[in-house]
């Protein structure tokens, strides 16, 4: 349905780049239209007019959202139908991560159209244990090729890779429909025990305006501040967890209290009606309709602030 090939172009631009990429579309993808339903068929397309002559594409996340304007959960749903979607037997769209010598996931996900027979075979996840950590991002030891599958091994359901996306739901659910309890119980005391790391140097890494919002964050919603990225990575939930203090931190002085106040405030109202907090810019909506109903009801002899500390004069830090 979709052909790649170079050739020579004659055109505006035609020395600044005269050997480029060609794409034809068959009409019979007219046929299965049907099937990229939604979001599916723009983030397809994408990877797509990405492609290379034999069917492999490597956009980043953020590239697909910049071409599409689709959002980053959106397009995670997206690719778990397309990366599951078969059409008369075909797979449409193979997605896995490399590994180096020490079987460590290098870079982000890759993805292969029309993925070959052969191409399934080497890319595909050959075990469950193996597919699971592609879908939590821990190393595993891949069986050797060409050792035969005991029985037991033949039981078990393949999982396909999911993207790397914290918290994923996708990877979860597959858990739950791939492994049964018991199998869960004997890969968790096979498990390597989790490396300790230290809450005060995590903090400390952030810069000196948000470090105490991350400390709050982390007293009130007991929630685990993410690593300072290396040098040149990009800042992931880190930028994220600086941008959603800094954002908390002036809705705040909007309302002429404090992050410290409005923070306690805040967890009163979601200690009330909990709900999952991921990073510090979830509490965004929380924290203003507590600030607003709160600077609503106040005498008008009261600061907001004086009124904020008498709703949480009662408040008990985390133990």
């Keep these: 349905m979709f052909k790649v090939f170079s050739g020579s172009w004659r055109g505006i631009g035609a020395n600044a780049s005269p050997e480029v990429l060609f794409m034809q579309i068959g009409f019979q993808f007219r046929q299965h239209l049907h099937h990229f339903k939604g979001a599916s068929l723009g983030v397809f397309m994408c990877i797509v007019l990405h492609a290379n002559p034999q069917g492999e594409s490597f956009p980043s996340y953020e590239q697909i959202r910049t071409e599409t304007g689709i959002n980053t959960d959106t397009i995670g749903r997206a690719l778990e139908h397309l990366n599951n979607l078969e059409i008369d037997g075909q797979r449409v769209l193979l997605r896995y991560r490399i590994r180096d010598k020490k079987n460590r996931f290098v870079g982000g996900n890759r993805y292969i159209v029309f993925p070959s027979p052969d191409q399934l075979a080497q890319f595909e996840p050959s075990s469950a244990k193996a597919a699971e ?82 400390k709050l964050i982390v007293s009130l919603f007991n929630l685990h501040p993410p690593e300072k990225p290396n040098p040149g990575q990009k800042g992931g939930e880190y ?25 306690k405030a805040s967890w009163k109202r979601w200690n009330q009606s909990p709900f999952t907090v991921a ?27 004086s009124t904020l500390e008498n709703v949480i004069k009662d408040f008990e830090p985390r133990s």
């Design 279 to 305: 990073h510090p810019g979830a509490l965004l909506k929380t924290m203003t309709s507590t600030l607003a109903s709160t600077e609503q009801s106040q005498e008008p002899s009261m600061s907001l602030k």
């Design 239 to 263: 930028a994220l967890w600086i941008k959603g203090i800094r954002k908390l931190n002036k809705l705040a002085i909007e309302y002429n209290s404090t992050l410290d106040v409005a923070l």
């Design 133 to 214: 950590a592609n879908a939590e991002g821990a190393p595993v030891e891949e069986p050797e090729q060409g050792a035969e599958d005991t029985p037991e091994q033949n039981k078990k359901s393949h999982i396909r890779i999911f993207p790397n996306l914290e918290n994923s739901e996708q990877g979860k659910s597959a858990l739950k429909e791939n492994h049964s309890l018991k199998e869960i119980k004997n890969m968790a005391a096979d498990a390597p025990a989790r490396p300790s790391f230290n809450l005060e140097d995590r903090i400390s890494a952030f810069p000196e305006d948000c470090q105490s919002g991350a």
